[in-house]
């Protein structure tokens, strides 16, 4: 079917995979949302795979220095497949936890592409990450790196650490002063101490990361305080070989411009390489974690309106996604997410809506005060830039099951990258431990979680729990 160029005014210019057909229908790179609403169900996420490797291309290529080895941070979209993505594109991984480390490993990284940050790390923890051979454990705080000597001298293993610094820095209206990260920058000498005395600690690295940066100044006032730290390092006789600048590179998701990684990246170089100069230090690896940069306006979000409520001065549409199981940064940081009128995109926007999810809360709104088209039950909305953070923070609030996820991929076909919830799993966790019932009848009853009812209503299977 022939494309029509959607108006300026709803195609932006950071979705370059969507077009519309003449029945005002979206496509995402070639495929269209009724298709995908049709075979995999909604709510849906949708990934579209030239959107992610087209991102983490630029977003490496933008710095041009030798030693640069970025990290994806798999917090914000841990799928697998992306995961896949990502090693084929050349990115490491930034894992949050021994699960991350985990399904970094099934994508097929080496060990010595992870390093594991967080704020806490279990004994056990540590243990299973120097066993694996990650690539540094970066500790967060004197008490940790105290408990990783401890292990490591329990294991009698070397085990490689960054250290997490908070450099306390201000700059314009960005601060770290409250974060809760890493150790203040007044105690981090101590801690590079501490780091030397332990026998089998190998300090290699500095990190910092500085969440929402909107100024890529700030990752300048950083690198130079970081770098006093490498300096103290050397004059102890430790070789830093890391400095790790953390994530925190934002995505456009109004009108409203960010600054981009080529708009930063070859003065940041000029900057660091001199400052780098001036402090005599070796060369180190640079390594950036950016998360939502990578997939943030690779997402979209699916939803069926399922119902239209009248309230005084305003209209209501409910849809069979929610803030709980879908978007939840809807609801936790209010983000504001576009909505597109997937099935009605040439019609003109005459009404204003606020979207609510499909849950018995008041606050599950998922938009507010958006001019759309006449909706009905049966339309489909998309929402968009949802690829991070929504997936990995979705929740089953009233027992709701998480949708599925697919990819467009960029041969055109669709691929199934995360598959609905099933009950069964879902109560796996008190079932596996209260006895409610015989447990032959929980086997039915487990049975039964994995009917498929579309199929039963089709009349491919005839009986239920046998
Ligand atoms: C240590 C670390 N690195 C990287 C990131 C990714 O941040 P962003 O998605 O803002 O790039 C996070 C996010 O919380 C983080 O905690």
């Known amino acids: 079917m022939p494309y029509s160029r959607i108006s300026k005014k709803y195609l932006k210019p950071r979705w370059p995979f969507l077009k519309q057909d003449a029945k005002g229908t979206l496509h995402v790179d070639g495929v269209s949302i009724k298709t995908l609403a049709e ?23 933008a710095f041009p220095y030798q030693k640069f080895r970025p990290q994806y941070a798999s917090k914000c979209n841990s799928n697998l ?12 991984i930034d894992a949050s936890s021994v699960g991350e480390i985990i399904l970094a490993l099934l994508a097929d990284f080496e060990p010595r592409e992870i390093t594991f940050t967080n704020l806490h790390k279990t004994d056990q923890d540590i243990m ?32 490689r650490v960054f250290i997490r610094v908070n450099p306390l820095i201000q700059y314009g209206k960005y601060t770290s002063k409250h974060q809760q990260y890493g150790i203040a920058n007044s105690s981090v000498k101590k801690a590079i101490r501490m780091a030397k005395e332990a026998r089998y600690v190998d300090l290699i690295g500095l990190h910092f990361h500085g969440s929402y940066i909107s100024d890529p100044k700030v990752y300048e006032v950083a690198a130079h305080k970081i770098i006093k730290h490498a300096v103290y390092c050397k004059s102890l006789g430790i070789r830093i070989r890391y400095i790790d600048l953390g994530g925190g590179f934002p995505y456009q998701y109004n009108d409203t411009e960010v600054f981009q990684p080529e708009e930063m990246g070859k003065r940041f170089v000029k900057k660091f390489e001199e400052m780098i100069k001036k402090a005599d230090l070796h060369p180190p690896t640079l390594i950036f ?13 699916l939803v069926r309106v399922i119902s239209k409520k009248k309230r005084p001065k305003k209209t209501m549409m409910i849809v069979d996604g929610s803030t709980y199981a879908f978007l939840p ?32 809360d008041c606050i599950d709104i998922l938009a507010r005060n958006r001019w759309l088209p006449t909706l009905e039950a049966g339309d489909l909305l998309t929402f968009m830039d949802c690829g991070a953070y929504s997936t ?19 041969n055109g ?25 015989d447990p032959r009848e929980l086997k039915k009853f487990y049975d039964l979680t994995r009917i498929n009812i579309d199929k039963l209503w089709n009349g491919r299977k005839k009986t239920i729990g046998k």
């Open 413 to 437: 076909t669709i691929k199934m990258i995360r598959r609905r919830d099933r009950y069964s799993e879902m109560f796996a966790p008190e079932l596996d431990v209260l006895k409610v019932a």
């Open 289 to 301: 974690e950016p998360g939502k940069f990578m997939v943030a306006n690779a997402g979209i979000g």
């Open 81 to 92: 497949e992306i995961l896949r993505i990502m090693r084929e594109e050349g990115m490491d």
């Open 128 to 159: 299973f990450a120097a066993k694996v051979g990650v690539q540094a454990i970066t500790v967060d705080s004197t008490e940790e790196l105290a408990r990783v000597a401890k292990v490591a001298q329990k294991m009698r293993t070397r085990i």
């Open 39 to 61: 075979k995999y169900g909604t709510p849906l996420y949708v990934l579209v795979e030239s959107e992610i490797r087209n991102r983490v291309r630029r977003f490496k290529n």
């Open 392 to 410: 990995v923070m979705a929740s089953n609030f009233n027992t709701l099951k998480r949708p599925a996820a697919v990819m467009v991929k960029e």
């Open 329 to 360: 940064d809807a609801m936790i940081y209010k983000q504001y997410y576009e909505v597109l009128p997937a099935t009605k995109m040439t019609t003109r926007r005459t009404k204003e809506y606020t979207i609510a999810g499909c849950t018995c």
